[in-house]
């Protein structure tokens, strides 16, 4: 080997071992960063039952649950858990714009690379957005996320 070549194979390593040639993102490596997602997750704050209630209403007339379940990975994420991965402010944005967040948000963006499906914009409101994220942190609750 040359030494152009002895050069050329330890960048090529370097680089490889920063990730850039393997394109799916590992599991240990850092979680992406999403301006929407700086402060306290979203099952940090409370939910209200009423508010629940109209919330899991929605999540059902408004198809959500034709692509999502807790505790069970249908074709999409898996929502257990998601008010302690995601602050309220993103899953709001996921809710309302999930097409631009696929494209933009760099968390959406590896979710999209793993599951290979856009998430449809269902046309909800943002009053109709903060009731299904109750649905969702009630959910949390029942499941022991949220204690
Ligand atoms: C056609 C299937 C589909 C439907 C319908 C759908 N989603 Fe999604 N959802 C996805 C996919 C796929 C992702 C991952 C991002 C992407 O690839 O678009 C996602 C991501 C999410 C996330 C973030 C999950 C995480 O782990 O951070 C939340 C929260 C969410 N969806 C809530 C909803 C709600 C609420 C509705 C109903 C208004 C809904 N979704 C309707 C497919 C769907």
Known sequence: MN??????????????AAGCGGGKVSSDAPAAKS??????????????NVFATKGEVLFKGKGCSACHAFGQRLTCPDLKGVT???TSEWMQHQI??????TKEDPIAKELFATYMTQMPNQGLTQEEALLVIDFIKKKDHELGVIQ
């Open 84 to 86: 302690m991965r995601r």
């Open 96 to 101: 309302l714009h999930p097409e631009i967040m």
């Open 35 to 48: 301006p929407y997602d700086a402060g306290p997750r979203a099952g940090e704050s409370p939910f209200a």
């Open 3 to 16: 030494r152009t070549l002895r050069w050329c194979a330890a960048i090529l390593g370097i680089a490889l």
